[in-house]
Each structure stands twice: as structure tokens, then as C-alpha cells.
């Protein structure tokens, strides 16, 4: 639909790679975030990926603060923007297949950094005999899962923290202080979100002569 608009007004002017990260920091901002300025240019693949390659590139469920820093690292981040950019979790929900590992799993798969209270009410909502067809099931990242704040770090600083990253962050030496100053300060959260943000819109990007601007997202065009 928005491509469809855009093609109208703009043909082959504006690429569905540029209009996903549009379309991201609208997001942001419309459910109360920073305003970002992003870099515009991209170019779209002449290749189609399924979503399993998607997923590939994102931690998985299970992921350590240890393993996320030097993935975000990679991106260019600082160790500030790697803990702004897990600030996302302010929003929307966590399936309940993916944090089976952490209410049942083997006592290595824990962190303590877990409100016993917390903790039961996910295990009442989150059964430990679910199963795949039962994925529907969910839990809000946090109580105000439809505005983009900075509670996400306070909830892990009460033990909240849903995924195993929620709930090393501050723990971990190196991220502690960030939490902290995040949960303190909306607006240094908002700061180096912008910036973090900005840096992971240009992982794998193509530009210049590289690919193609598709008139339709969803067919791969040369």
C-alpha cells in the first residue's frame, strides 16, 4: 500500500529498503520515542531471502549480554548504543516459546536477577506444557508495552527482565552503569537510541550502483 503511493508520486525513486527503516522510525516516534534523522539512499536486493535468513541475523531468544555486545560491536556500536538499542524491548510482546529456556530449563539457564513474584506470573501465563500451535501466547515486554519509554530499564533493575539479556544487563559490569543512567535519564536513552539506531539501519545496505529500486517490494526485480 505505502509502496504502491510511493511509486505513484515517486516511480523508482525511493526503495522498499529505505521505506522499511521509514517505516521503523515512525514507529518510534509516533509511540513516543525521539525523532531520528536517518540517511537515505539504499538500494534492494536483486535476490529474495526467506525469513529464516532474516532471523539468522537476530540474537536468538537465549542470547548473553557477552554475545549481544560483540554483535552489536561488529555494527559499529559502543557499548552505550548496544544497551540504548536493547531499549526497543519497551515495546510490544514476548512469545512464550521463547523464554521457556529461562522459567524451565536446566538452573544454568537462569539468571537470579529474577522477581520470585515476577516470575510466577509469567510461569501461570506461560504454562510449561505449551506447545508450537500455542505460540499465540504471550507476554507485554513491560507495562507500557505501546509507548516507547525508558521502563524497560527499570523493570530489569527490579528483576523484570523477561529475556536472558533483560536480566543480565544490570548485572554485567559493562552495562550496568548504562542502565542505570537510562532508567534515570529519558533523554540520554533517547540520545544514544537515535544514534544506535542509525548505525544498525546501515548493516548490510546497498547503495550506489549495488542493486536495484523495485517498483514492488515483494518481487525481485534486475
Not at 13 to 31: F, G, H, K, M
Not at 136 to 157: E, K, L
Not at 175 to 192: G, L, M, N, S, W
Amino acid at each position: 500500500m505505502v509502496k504502491s503511493r510511493v511509486e505513484e508520486e515517486c516511480p523508482r525513486q525511493v526503495s522498499c529498503a529505505d521505506l522499511i527503516v521509514l517505516a521503523a522510525r515512525e514507529a518510534v516516534e509516533v509511540s513516543g520515542g525521539p525523532r531520528i534523522r536517518v540517511p537515505l539512499g539504499r538500494r534492494d536486493s536483486t535476490t529474495a531471502s526467506g525469513s529464516e535468513t532474516a532471523d539468522a541475523s537476530l540474537p536468538s531468544a537465549d542470547t548473553g549480554v557477552h554475545d549481544a555486545l560483540r554483535l552489536f560491536n561488529k555494527l559499529g556500536m559502543t557499548t552505550e548504543e548496544a544497551v540504548a538499542i536493547m531499549g526497543a524491548h519497551t515495546l510490544g510482546v514476548t512469545h512464550c516459546l521463547n523464554i521457556m529456556n529461562r522459567l524451565y530449563g536446566p538452573l544454568g539457564d537462569k539468571t537470579s536477577n529474577m522477581n520470585p513474584e515476577f516470575e510466577l506470573a509469567l510461569k501461570v501465563i506461560c504454562p510449561e506444557s505449551i506447545t508450537a500451535i500455542q505460540n499465540a501466547s504471550f507476554v507485554f515486554n513491560d507495562p507500557s508495552a505501546f509507548i516507547f519509554d525508558n521502563w524497560y530499564y527499570r523493570n530489569t533493575m527490579a528483576g523484570h527482565g523477561i529475556l536472558k539479556i533483560d536480566a543480565e544487563l544490570p548485572l554485567n559490569p559493562e552495562t550496568a552503569a548504562y542502565v542505570e543512567q537510562f532508567a534515570a535519564h529519558r533523554e540520554d536513552f533517547f540520545q544514544a537510541f537515535g544514534s544506535a539506531f542509525v548505525k544498525l539501519s546501515y548493516a548490510g545496505v546497498l547503495t550506489g550502483n549495488n542493486g536495484v529500486v523495485r517498483s514492488m517490494c515483494n518481487f525481485v526485480e534486475f
